[in-house]
T-cell receptor, first 115, second 115 residues
Framework: AQSVTQLGSHVSVSEGALVLLRCNYSSSVPPYLFWYVQYPNQGLQLLLKYTTGATLVKGINGFEAEFKKSETSFHLTKPSAHMSDAAEYFCAVSRRGTSYGKLTFGQGTILTVHP | DTGVSQDPRHKITKRGQNVTFRCDPISEHNRLYWYRQTLGQGPEFLTYFQNEAQLEKSRLLSDRFSAERPKGSFSTLEIQRTEQGDSAMYLC?????????????FGDGTRLSIL
């Protein structure tokens, strides 16, 4: 079975500081990897995904993530935080090589950005 | 692309009542997913349709839950004899067919509160 662990349920940064949100997965085969963002009382919006190829992937709003197979990690970063980045972030995986697309999510990390 | 639409956005009901939620996916998407999200947790997979066929159901989906997708368009999720533990956000997502790397697009959810 697949699982996702997000280290740190809350992360607080100052505006302009580096954002680093951690995600580790457990899977017998490297899965497809996704980061989603959720604003209060809204659904989830896809930030970026890794399926194959270049291990550093760029997403929307200046976010990027790097797939590291040896570390089973897919950490999300942004060089400079903006107040509008305050939200909850979810890392998710789906099983590679199947037609099923169900996602397994981590528990989420709430990002707070201080002025 | 009008996005995934869910109705209602909020539902308050008494324990023991039946409730039904509706999801309208993005028109060209033939895959539709239902997830449940409780406070402080990531979404959990409930069930999945490809066109009108329900292909997978989670063990979370007790016999009080039923989902349909007639004609492969909109979907409904019904909960019978609601219980306190059913209080959650119910999220619908849709995607194109293909492998499990297709990104899922989420609606804003239906928040269910059981009195």
């Amino acid at each position: 079975a697949q699982s996702v662990t997000q280290l740190g349920s809350h992360v607080s940064v100052s505006e302009g500081a580096l954002v680093l949100l951690r995600c580790n997965y457990s899977s017998s085969v490297p899965p497809y990897l996704f980061w989603y963002v959720q604003y209060p009382n809204q659904g989830l919006q896809l930030l970026l995904k890794y399926t194959t190829g270049a291990t550093l992937v760029k997403g929307i709003n200046g976010f990027e993530a790097e797939f590291k197979k040896s570390e089973t990690s897919f950490h999300l970063t942004k060089p400079s935080a903006h107040m509008s980045d305050a939200a909850e972030y979810f890392c998710a995986v789906s099983r590679r090589g199947t037609s099923y697309g169900k996602l397994t999510f981590g528990q989420g990390t709430i990002l707070t950005v201080h002025p | 692309d009008t996005g995934v639409s869910q109705d209602p956005r909020h539902k308050i009901t008494k324990r023991g009542q039946n409730v039904t939620f509706r999801c309208d996916p993005i028109s060209e998407h033939n895959r539709l997913y239902w997830y449940r999200q409780t406070l402080g947790q990531g979404p959990e997979f409930l069930t999945y349709f490809q066109n009108e066929a329900q292909l997978e159901k989670s063990r979370l989906l007790s016999d009080r839950f039923s989902a349909e997708r007639p004609k492969g368009s909109f979907s409904t999720l019904e909960i019978q004899r609601t219980e306190q533990g059913d209080s959650a956000m119910y999220l619908c997502a849709s995607s194109l067919a293909g492998y499990s790397n297709q990104p899922q697009h989420f609606g804003d959810g239906t928040r269910l509160s059981i009195l």
